[in-house]
Structures are given as C-alpha cells and as structure tokens.
C-alpha cells in the first residue's frame, strides 16, 4: 500500500510557474515509477508527466513539452512537477500516481495503481 499527498497547488498568472510535490509513504518509493495527471472540470482526467524509478526514463504530454518537467528523490520519497510557462488551459486538478511498475512507464489511468487526493492548479488570463 501507498499512499500519496500532492501539495503546491496554487493561483498564478499565465506564464508563471508553480512547482507540484507528491510526498509517498507506506511501501518502498522506489519500487515504482510515478506519474502526474490532471484533470480540468467537466473532462475526463488525463496524462502530464510521468518517469520510472530511476529517473531514466520520462514522458510527457505534448502540450507540455519544454515547459514542465517532473524529477523525483527517492531518499526524499517524493516527486515532483515543475510547471514553467503555464497557460490557463493547464488549469485543473493535479494529481500523482505510483505504478504497479518500477520500469514500465504508462501513460494510461489504468497503469497506475496509487494516486493522490490531488492539488489544485488555476491559471489566470
């Protein structure tokens, strides 16, 4: 079991940044590889970030190339979601999520077992 706490949320202007902390505990942090969704009101949640255990590997979603970056500390059991240039479209609910996987990186709600409450993200105009 895990369990996951997403702070750094907040209100910012378009092309600010905010930075996203997920802290982990429970079983070991760096069994799996770990991911950020978000999810705007009235849609369905989707695919930001996401890096196995390592920090080998990563992915991201093409509206957020160049402009976030996630990274992890597994000392620290923690993740997190640096959020540059931000846009009101990245307005939503962040949320963080373990895998069932240490290698494997999904981009898929379904690959992923653990997740969050989730932190709120708005960007204004």
């Known amino acids: 079991q895990v369990q996951l706490v997403e702070s750094g949320g907040g209100l910012v202007q378009a092309g600010g940044s905010l930075r996203l902390s997920c802290a982990a505990s429970?079983?070991?942090?760096?069994?799996?590889?770990m991911g950020w969704f978000r999810q705007a009101p009235g849609k369905e949640r989707e695919f930001v970030a996401a890096?196995?255990?390592?920090?080998?590997?990563?992915y991201y979603e093409d509206s957020v190339k160049g402009r976030f970056t996630i990274s992890r500390e597994n000392a620290k059991n923690s993740v997190y979601l640096q959020m540059n240039s931000l846009k009101p479209e990245d307005t939503a609910v962040y949320y963080c999520?373990?895998?069932?996987?240490?290698?494997?990186?999904?981009?898929?709600?379904?690959?992923?077992?653990?997740w969050g409450q989730g932190t709120k993200v708005t960007v204004s105009s």
């Open positions: 999520a373990a895998a069932q996987s240490a290698d494997r990186v999904g981009i898929r709600t379904i690959d992923y077992r653990y």
């Open positions: 429970g079983r070991r942090f760096s069994s799996y590889a």
């Open positions: 890096m196995n255990w390592r920090g080998t590997t990563t």
